[in-house]
């Protein structure tokens, strides 16, 4: 199974289960997002909702490459790419805290994924970064979006983005991106992030979030989103992203 779904006292966890492929996302993980939403939307005990990835190596190393080569055009790219964006705006937008629970690399779409979460609680040695750009594109899942909102300073958020290379945690923590670093076991990590927030009532949780829902819904940012999708499908047709993705399919 490309994925797993455990809920244990009110925690929900999503583990990506590809670590041969560093769980990069496929279209079978997409439908895992897909499923995870709908449980988290019918659940009357969920209070967090946690995203980590299996192995030691990584979190997310973003799309599959190998899969996603074989889409060409524009008009290709923006299916693949709406789809994944749509997911993670339902994701983002989810009546429960979110946390990217990141045991290691977290790179292009695995770095928007944990963008689109509320918190990033971060493995000491693991790096993150929106790699798109090395591949001649931008992000593509509407993480840049997200990391606008996030609140970090703008010039640190916008360097994140065109530098497009990956930052350690100390460096993840600098720029306020990382919610926190952790040394050791995550599931320890994860208890002790959790540790105050799970002894309020979760309508306060919902009631909080839904402060943040209410302002991205008056602010179109589902509409932005999409207009960075867009963007992004239309460097996808470009020859310099294909043979970016052919050098590193090839190495
Ligand atoms: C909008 C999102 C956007 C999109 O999908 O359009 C993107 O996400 S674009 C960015 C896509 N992701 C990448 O470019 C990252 C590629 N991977 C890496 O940089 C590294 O694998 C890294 C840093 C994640 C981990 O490095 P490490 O040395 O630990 O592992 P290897 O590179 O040796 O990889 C092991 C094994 O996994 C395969 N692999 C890794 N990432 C991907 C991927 N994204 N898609 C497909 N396969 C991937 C890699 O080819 C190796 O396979 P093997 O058969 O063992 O050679």
């Given amino acids: 199974m ?7 006292d009110g925690v929900l966890v999503f583990t990506l289960n590809r670590p ?25 005990s969920v209070r967090f909702l946690v995203i ?3 192995g030691e190596k990584a979190f997310c190393s973003g799309g599959d490459l190998a899969e ?12 693949m790419l709406s789809k994944m964006a749509e997911i993670l705006y339902e ?3 989810l009546p429960v805290p979110t946390i990217a629970l990141i045991n290691g690399a977290a790179v292009g779409g695995g770095c928007e994924i944990a963008t689109a979460c509320d918190f990033r609680v971060v493995a000491r040695e693991a790096k993150c970064g929106f790699i798109q750009g090395t591949l001649a594109i931008t ?5 840049a979006t997200y990391l606008f909102e996030r609140g970090l300073r703008h010039d640190r958020a916008l360097k994140m983005l065109i530098d497009a290379q990956v930052y350690d945690s ?9 919610t926190k670093v952790y040394d050791g076991d ?8 959790i540790e105050y927030m799970r002894t309020i009532n979760p309508g306060v949780h919902k009631a909080y979030k839904e402060i943040e829902i209410r302002k991205w819904a008056e602010k179109d940012l589902k509409k932005r989103v999409m207009e960075e999708v867009s963007q992004c499908s239309k460097l996808w047709e470009l020859e310099a992203h294909h043979e970016a993705v052919n050098r590193f399919l090839k190495k």
Wanted: proline share 0%; charged share 20%.
């Fill in 52 to 54: 980590t990835g299996a």
């Fill in 2 to 8: 490309t994925y797993t779904i455990d809920e244990t």
């Fill in 139 to 143: 992000s593509g899942w509407g993480g």
């Fill in 186 to 193: 995550r599931e320890v990590a994860l208890a002790q992030f």
């Fill in 170 to 178: 100390g460096q993840l923590e600098e720029v306020g991106w990382a």
């Fill in 91 to 93: 994701w983002a937008t």
């Fill in 68 to 79: 996603f080569h074989s889409l060409k055009t524009e008009q290709q790219a923006f299916g």
């Fill in 20 to 44: 041969e492929r560093r769980n990069a996302i496929n279209t079978e993980l997409m439908e895992g997002f897909k499923e995870v939403i709908e449980y988290v939307h019918n659940s009357n």
